[in-house]
């Protein structure tokens, strides 16, 4: 014989969607507490890489993003020096290359060296410091000129070397 079924075996909502129901035996049927608990662990299991990749993609994004920024900048700084007059200092031109991107002007520094030919034709000349002899450039001086920008947070770091002559 077939029972009708009562609101004490299923409980339905207005439109027709069924809410729970009760087992043969009277209990009503869902997930057990392990099975809740079980779920809940291989999730953890499954999202805990996933969160770690995301969170090394957002890093090496935000490096990415340095390194280019640091590497405009480094290529605007060069090309200021390159254009500028001769002169025995250009910390400025490399300054002003960071500061036109909003930087502070201490995250580009500059190294200036001049050549200084060998006495006689068989040796090398060398590398002194400083861009010229003395305060003023003189004629068919060939100077190297290495900047170095930073990024901001100090992540990134890049140098690069103009040389400028007359020869």
């Known amino acids: 014989m077939k029972r009708a079924r009562s609101e004490r075996d299923d409980a339905i909502e207005g439109d027709g969607k069924l809410l729970h129901t009760r087992a043969p035996d009277g209990r009503e049927s869902g997930y057990t507490l392990v099975e809740l608990l079980c779920a809940i662990a291989i999730m953890g299991i499954v999202i805990a890489p996933i969160m770690n990749s995301v969170i090394a ?27 500028s007059p001769k002169s025995c200092d250009y910390l400025i031109f490399a300054q002003a290359a960071v500061q036109a991107e909003g930087w502070s002007a201490d995250r580009a520094t500059v190294e200036q060296l001049h050549y200084a030919p060998a006495a006689g034709a068989l040796n090398a000349g060398t590398w002194q410091s ?3 002899e003395g305060t003023v450039p003189s004629e068919l001086l060939v100077q190297l000129v290495r900047i170095t920008v930073t990024s901001p947070n100090g992540q990134v770091r890049k140098t690069i070397e103009v040389v400028k002559s007359d020869i």
């Open 57 to 83: 993609s957002i890093g090496a994004s935000s490096t990415a993003r340095n390194l280019a920024q640091v590497q405009t900048v480094l290529q605007n700084a060069a090309d200021r020096v390159n254009r």
């Open 130 to 132: 400083n861009a010229c």
